[in-house]
């Protein structure tokens, strides 16, 4: 078996190359850490991993500041869509709620871009700094840990036996993580009753830069601008029980579906293409961190997609472990992921809290969430404080 040993003080392994990982191998690279970044999907002829696909996320202006910075990525800006306008209502529902990004004096409330161009900034750049080694296409086997360091065996493509030690791992390989599953964590699963679709689509009129978010008793449906003036990216959900009746029908009559969700806000729905189907799960594992080994991302909070937090809060993930890995000081190491813990629950549960209350099926129960949103509306300051935490700050 090769033995390839990482003794250096700052080293870490990384597992998963998904967004996450991906951005977490490159922060603590560039803080002059010695990573390991593993992918079990072989990344040939520059390919990116499969989660890198046409999703549009919605990222905070608190992440997109974070990436941006001059040693990150100052260029990604080129490739967002700023989001200025939010409208959010409940189907047959009085009232609802408008941010504007004018109101608060600031240039966006937010922004889009898809998973795949997020991949190749981060692709390219994790191709360029030395102190990373990518290996994909790894099979995990197993996985031991001491005070000092945590020691990793993988199959490689060929399979060959690796054994890999590094201080520090951290897990960022997703919903169903194998680190989570080898450290005997438990973790609570919530499946919800109703899937997502998502598609490119044409409206009737120009989307000014505005998001929609509209919740009614199948899941919510929404719109996120995309760069082209008429073009969205739709969110759409429906129950579970529907799935083979969506599957079968034509796009004319799922255009008509989705058109009587979505209301009329901008006008209609013309055109769907790049279909996509997901289905909907929430996983909290009970802790995150083991000795020297932390969950990051999905791996360590997977949630409904509604709120757009997702990527977002593995972001802020990111962010603290790099303001730790500053000097890595070992006190620190239980603070941090106590902290994590706490921003993960705190947004999971909002996440779940908005996507049961405004989707519950008695429409008296939504119409007291609508006209709570309503009073939001009529107090400016409450507003101000609600959009700036929506904002990630
Ligand atoms: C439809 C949809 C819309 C969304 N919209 C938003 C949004 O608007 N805003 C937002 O913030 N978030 C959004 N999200 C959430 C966001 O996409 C996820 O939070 C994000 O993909 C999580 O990234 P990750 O790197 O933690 O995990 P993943 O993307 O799941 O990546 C995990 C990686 O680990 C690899 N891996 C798995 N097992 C192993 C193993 N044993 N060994 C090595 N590698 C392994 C996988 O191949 C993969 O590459 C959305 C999600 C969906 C489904």
Same mark, same amino acid.
């Given at each position: 078996?090769?033995?390839?040993?990482?003794? %250096?003080?700052?080293?870490?392994?990384?597992?998963?190359?998904?967004?996450?990982?991906?951005?977490?191998?490159?922060?603590?690279?560039?803080?002059?850490?010695?990573?390991?970044?593993?992918?079990?999907?072989?990344?040939?002829?520059?390919?990116?991993?499969?989660?890198?696909?046409?999703?549009?996320?919605?990222?905070?202006?608190?992440?997109?500041?974070?990436?941006?910075?001059?040693?990150?990525f100052p260029t990604l800006h080129n490739a967002l869509t700023e989001i200025h306008h939010i409208h959010t209502s409940s189907k047959d529902c009085f009232g609802s709620l408008s941010m504007h990004a004018q109101e608060m004096g600031l240039p966006a409330l937010g922004y889009t871009v898809s998973q795949n161009t997020l991949g190749n900034y981060f692709f390219r750049a994790l191709a360029h700094l030395p102190n990373i080694t990518l290996i994909s296409g790894v099979t995990l086997c197993a996985l031991q840990q001491n005070n000092q360091s945590v020691e990793l065996i993988l199959e490689?493509?060929?399979?060959?036996?690796?054994?890999?030690?590094?201080?520090?791992?951290?897990?960022?390989?997703?919903?169903?993580?194998?680190?989570r599953n080898a450290l005997a964590i438990t973790a609570q699963t919530r499946h919800y009753d109703h899937h997502l679709l998502t598609a490119v689509a044409t409206l009737s009129q120009p989307h000014h830069h505005t998001a929609v978010e509209r919740f009614t008793p199948t899941g919510p449906t929404a719109i996120l601008p995309m760069t082209a003036p008429n073009q969205v990216k739709l969110v759409y959900c429906y129950r579970q029980q529907d799935e083979q009746l969506i599957l079968s029908l034509q796009a004319h009559d799922l255009i008509t579906r989705i058109n009587h969700q979505l209301g009329h806000q901008l006008g209609k729905v013309i055109q769907i293409d790049d279909i996509q189907h997901y289905s909907l799960v929430e996983i909290k594992p009970e802790r995150i961190q083991q000795g020297n080994i932390m969950l990051v991302g999905n791996a360590a909070h997977t949630q409904?997609?509604?709120?757009?937090?997702?990527? %977002?809060?593995?972001?802020?993930?990111?962010q603290a472990i790099a303001t730790w890995a500053k000097t890595a000081d070992a006190t620190l190491w239980q603070p941090l992921a106590i902290s994590r813990k706490k921003d993960h629950q705190q947004t999971m549960k909002a996440t779940h809290g908005l996507v049961t209350l405004f989707s519950h099926p008695s429409a008296t129960v939504r119409s007291i969430a609508t006209a709570g949103v309503q009073l939001i509306e009529l107090c400016p300051p409450l507003k101000k404080r609600i959009t700036r935490m929506a904002m990630g700050y």
């Open positions: 078996m090769d033995a390839k040993p990482l003794n %250096n003080s700052n080293s870490a392994i990384v597992v998963g190359a998904g967004p996450i990982g991906a951005l977490l191998a490159i922060t603590l690279a560039k803080q002059g850490w010695q990573v390991t970044l593993l992918e079990k999907q072989a990344l040939n002829d520059n390919v990116l991993p499969s989660s890198y696909d046409k999703r549009q996320l919605a990222l905070t202006p608190q992440s997109v500041d974070w990436l941006t910075q001059q040693t990150l490689n493509t060929n399979h060959e036996r690796l054994s890999l030690s590094a201080n520090y791992l951290f897990a960022a390989d997703g919903a169903h993580s194998w680190v409904h997609p509604v709120a757009g937090q997702g990527l %977002n809060l593995g972001i802020r993930d990111v």
